[in-house]
């Protein structure tokens, strides 16, 4: 993959670039136009940016029917997609509570990271 550019134009960008280089063997790099977060081999989240604001793209699982009712009352913020992969797009001013966010990149880094890797983030 190659080097990832170096730096975001939203700091909710870099927030989330932070919450994901976190977790256990995580990598960086890109995929298209967006960053790319990849553990073991796998790509656990996909991140651009746009003029209007952000795009976060998750493999998540038990979150799926939260993202679902926020995407009756926000369809173009929030979409469920086939296998459980989700779009969060929004302005870089008005993203979702950095706890959500964070909570959503672990259950996909733990949903695609290998077991190992994912058991690492259980013994910090």
């Not at 998750?58 to 926020?70: A, G, M, N, Q």
């Amino acid at each position: 993959m190659a080097n990832a550019p170096e730096k975001f134009s939203y700091p909710i960008s870099d927030s989330i670039r932070e919450m994901a280089m976190a977790l256990p063997d995580t990598t960086e790099g890109t995929s298209c136009v967006n960053r790319a977060f990849k553990a073991g081999g796998k790509n656990f989240a996909f991140l651009g940016e746009k003029p209007e604001g952000c795009g976060l793209r998750l493999k998540l699982s038990d979150s799926v029917p939260e993202i679902e009712k926020r995407s009756e009352r926000q369809p173009d913020r929030y979409e469920v997609g086939k296998g459980g992969w989700v779009m969060l797009r929004f302005p870089a001013d008005a993203a979702p509570d950095n706890a959500d966010l964070e909570s959503w990149i672990v259950e996909s880094f733990c949903l695609l990271a290998p077991k190992k890797t994912s058991a690492k983030l259980e013994n910090r």
